[in-house]
């Protein structure tokens, strides 16, 4: 059983790009979670979806990112119009369900903007 | 309200000791407490959790003690190996009382464990 696959592991752009960054959960998993981690610190919770819907996105910046996790296909983050300080590890976490399920996380996606 | 506190920062034992990580939260809606490791590059990867109508829980060498009342919890390594080196997260979730099973997390320990 895969586990939590994301991709690209590392993803160089330029200020103004965008940055798409792709999520395919465990097999059998209907829940994602986004977190972000900039160096030294923890990580930040940004959205909670399950298929076709998200659930809790408290965590979004209100500009510039949206995440969706479609019917089909692995769930997306995408950053548009980057800047420095989205330099960061995105991390995808699934779980089988909300309440007993334990999260399983990728290996992350390290987003550098030069 | 949302936020978990973890200290220390980082941490140096001997191989041997027992290195301890404590963390505190405000929110008394949360109701999953788990602890996580992470290695430099992966991931972080669930090592033990504990709900809160029990004090203590152990899985091998790791133990989680949980006080209730003055809203903390801990980790302790018992016998703790150059191997556990790495990064420690404490965190919460108000999964049973939300809509959200999201995690919020502490800052982090990283922890060494020389020969």
């Known amino acids: 059983n895969a586990g939590v696959m994301q991709n690209p592991r590392h993803l160089v752009r330029r200020r103004g790009q965008e940055a798409r960054l792709r999520c395919s959960p465990m097999k059998g998993h209907s829940h994602v979670y986004w977190y972000r981690q900039l160096p030294e610190e923890g990580l930040k919770f940004m959205v909670y979806?399950?298929?076709?819907?998200?659930?809790?996105e408290s965590g979004m910046p209100k500009e510039r990112f949206s995440a969706e996790f479609p019917k089909e296909g692995p769930s997306i983050l995408r950053i548009q119009q980057v800047v420095r300080g989205d330099s960061a590890a995105y991390f995808c976490?699934?779980?089988?369900?909300?309440?007993?399920?334990?999260?399983?996380f990728g290996e992350g996606s390290r987003l550098t903007v030069l | 309200q949302q936020q978990v506190k973890q200290s220390p920062q980082s941490l140096i034992v001997q191989k041997g000791g027992i290195p301890i990580i404590n963390c505190a939260y405000e929110n008394t809606a949360f109701d999953y407490f788990p602890w996580y490791q992470q290695f430099p590059g992966k991931g972080p990867a669930l090592l033990i959790a504990i709900r809160p109508d029990v004090s203590e829980k152990k899985e091998g060498r790791f133990t989680i003690s949980f006080n209730k009342s003055a809203k903390q919890f801990s980790l302790h390594i018992m016998d703790s190996q150059p191997g556990d080196s790495a990064t420690y997260f404490c965190?919460?979730?108000?999964?049973?009382?939300?809509?959200?099973?999201?995690?919020?997390f502490g800052q982090g320990t990283t922890l060494q464990v020389k020969p």
């Open positions: 965190a919460a979730s108000p999964r049973w009382r939300s809509n959200t099973g999201k995690l919020i």
């Open positions: 976490a699934s779980s089988p369900d909300r309440v007993t399920g334990e999260l399983f």
């Open positions: 979806l399950q298929k076709e819907n998200i659930i809790d």
